[in-house]
């Protein structure tokens, strides 16, 4: 609906113009209708630019009207912008209008004080060793602060990094160390912290978001080991039937949710309400499936790369060169593919397995909150339309494995968008977690002030008070 005087875009339901104050309806027509006279017919004229509105004044040369308007309903404002610069925020509003479809999606709002700067700002600051172990030793019932200590703000994670340089320092140490000895012995070292290294870290940045710090180390690795070993089986056992072949986004991704409900189900109570803490178990899952994975797809390229070596002659060559070879030297062709399809997937795993699992199970605990888990908050709409997400994300990451002729360009691009709307979500699902956090600090401390006031029976005496002095100052 259109105001019938100013042209101000308006909700069915309004009665008058927020812009202008004009009756909108039958009667906001008519009276425009009588002070407006009749005009002879004129010539047929170009149509407006979609950014201005009816009656706008002609623009200057170069330049083109654009509509601001701050809130839908809102009063709009017709500014006069270089042509340039108009398409430039027309492909602004084309991608604001994605980012608004992903947030009613996800049932989430706008970002809101968010900045990747201020968020890592003390990442590289120096701490002690009693510091560290003090930032560590929280989550148990008697190391969880109490809820009105909790910061809502955006929180700074710092140990992530501390993770992710010790487990990279390590790889690299070991990895030179087979390079320079060729002995096959680190091989497996090897390996497994190129899986690990990243995701871990990823997932310690996730435990660092959890701001009521009542998750503990010991539990997120429980959840990190029998979760993510229970989503292997799981996912396992449905891939025998070749029909869930097809579908990987619906069958990974659900039973990646199923093992994070399966193994937190045990915790009963509150312990585990807030939806943040709902987005670290599936992140802890997440991560575990995501090493798990990783390692058997580094497993694959050895075998297949080394029988390709052997099938080429490769073996026999170096074998008839040397008197003694080292293992090492013998494994050193399909070693060097496995590293190199690790670090592939040890660099694309925080915008996959991890996200994904994470927006999931944040989306299943906006629903469950403190309750033990249902079917029927499997079924709620506001975790169906957010579990769209991961599984669509999930399908689009695999479109190369649909089209195969896609060419690595095109896949790069996708995993970019990919990556970039993934955690996009679940940035606003974990400010939305903050703001459950607060609402809860402010619900409890209108409970204590309620407590209180009956306690020393001021909300029986304040009414009289008033009833007393209202006659004096009469």
Request: charged share 10%.
């Amino acid at each position: 609906m259109f105001c019938p005087r100013c042209g101000t875009a308006c909700l069915p339901e309004n009665k008058f113009c927020k812009s202008c104050g004009s009756a909108l309806g039958a009667a906001g027509n008519a009276q425009a209708a009588a002070a407006t006279p009749a005009a002879p017919a004129a010539a047929p004229q170009p149509a407006a630019h979609p950014g201005a509105y009816q009656g706008a004044p002609a623009p200057p040369p170069g330049m083109v009207p654009v509509v601001y308007q701050a809130y839908p309903g809102g009063p709009q404002q017709v500014y006069y912008v270089p042509a340039q610069g108009a398409q430039a925020q027309a492909a602004g509003g084309f991608l604001a209008g994605i980012r608004e479809r992903i947030r009613n999606l996800a049932s989430t709002d706008k970002l809101e004080g968010f900045s990747l700067r201020e968020l890592f700002k003390e990442t590289f600051m120096k701490r002690g060793a009693e510091a560290v172990e003090d930032y560590l030793a929280v989550g148990s019932p008697r190391t969880t602060p109490p809820l009105e200590m909790v910061d809502t703000n955006w929180p700074k994670p710092w140990m992530f990094f501390r993770v992710l340089v010790g487990l990279a320092l390590a790889y690299a140490a070991i990895y030179a160390l087979f390079l320079y000895t060729l002995n096959e012995k680190p091989m497996i070292a090897i390996m497994v912290l190129a899986a690990f290294a990243v995701p871990v870290a990823t997932l310690m940045l996730i435990w660092e978001m959890n701001t009521p710090r009542n998750v503990s180390i010991a539990e997120m690795i429980n959840v990190f080991v029998i979760g993510g070993g229970i989503a292997v089986v799981m996912i396992t056992l449905w891939y025998l039937i070749p029909i869930f072949g097809q579908v990987p986004g619906v069958v990974e991704e659900t039973s990646k949710l199923l093992a994070v409900i399966f193994v937190t189900y045990r915790v009963r109570g509150s312990r585990f309400p807030y939806q943040l803490n709902g987005i670290l178990f599936g992140a802890a899952v997440g991560a575990g499936f995501a090493c798990s994975e990783t390692l058997g797809y580094g497993l694959d390229t050895f075998v297949q790369t080394f029988m390709q070596f052997i099938q080429s002659g490769g073996l026999q060559k170096l074998l008839q060169s040397q008197a003694s070879v080292p293992y090492g030297e013998i494994m050193m062709p399909a070693m060097k593919a496995t590293i190199s399809e690790l670090n592939m997937r040890a660099v694309l795993s925080p915008f996959g397995h991890i996200v994904w699992t994470a927006i999931a199970a944040g989306a299943f605990w906006r629903v469950k909150g403190d309750r033990p888990a249902s079917i029927s908050m499997l079924l709620d709409g506001r975790f169906l339309r957010a579990f769209c997400i991961p599984v669509l994300m999930h399908t689009l990451w695999d479109l190369n494995v649909i089209i195969p002729t896609l060419s690595n360009t095109v896949m790069l691009g996708v995993y970019i968008i990919l990556a970039v709307a993934s955690w996009y979500v679940l940035f606003t699902m974990i400010q939305q977690g903050l703001h459950q956090v607060r609402d809860m600090q402010k619900a409890q401390l209108q409970h204590t002030l309620n407590h209180v006031e009956a306690t020393l029976g001021l909300g029986a005496k304040v009414p009289a008070i008033v009833q007393q002095r209202a006659p004096a100052g009469a």
